[in-house]
């Protein structure tokens, strides 16, 4: 599937990634249209990865997202979260977006579903 094929398959799930990951809607999308900018610029560095288009699209948003909204453990372990369960993706690619060992993806995981266990828990009488 070309580059543009795939852009305008997966904009929406990218914005719904940034989205959930920032809970700002004007941060997100600016986020995804500087992630697709900066992977439409580095199309032949990209290539070299043998990972599915979607992947490297994840991973251009992660970016952009780390810069705007911040790179703390919550918030990675939360986009990890996001990540796993809502977009679907391995560990190994959730980790390769994130810049982390698959491994490392379970221990995010895992702290993001505590927070949320927790947060549900005080929100219930």
């Known amino acids: ?24 809607k004007e941060l997100a999308d600016r986020c995804v249209a500087q992630a697709i900018q900066h992977l439409i610029a580095s199309v032949e560095e990209e290539e070299k990865v043998s990972l599915p288009d979607h992947v490297k699209l994840y991973r251009a948003v992660e970016h952009v997202l780390q810069q ?15 990540l796993v369960f ?3 993706l391995s560990p190994f690619e959730a980790g390769w977006i994130l810049g982390v060992k698959a ?10 579903e505590k927070h949320v266990k ?4 005080n929100d219930c009488p």
Do not use: C, N
């Open 86 to 88: 809502v977009e679907e």
């Open 1 to 24: 599937m070309s580059l543009s094929l795939e852009l305008e398959r997966l904009i929406p799930r990218l914005r719904r990634f940034a989205r959930a990951a920032t809970a700002d």
């Open 68 to 82: 705007e909204a911040g790179g703390s453990f919550e918030k990675r372990a939360w986009r990890a979260l996001i």
């Open 103 to 112: 491994g490392k993806i379970k221990e995010l995981v895992a702290s993001a």
């Open 118 to 121: 927790g947060a549900l828990s």
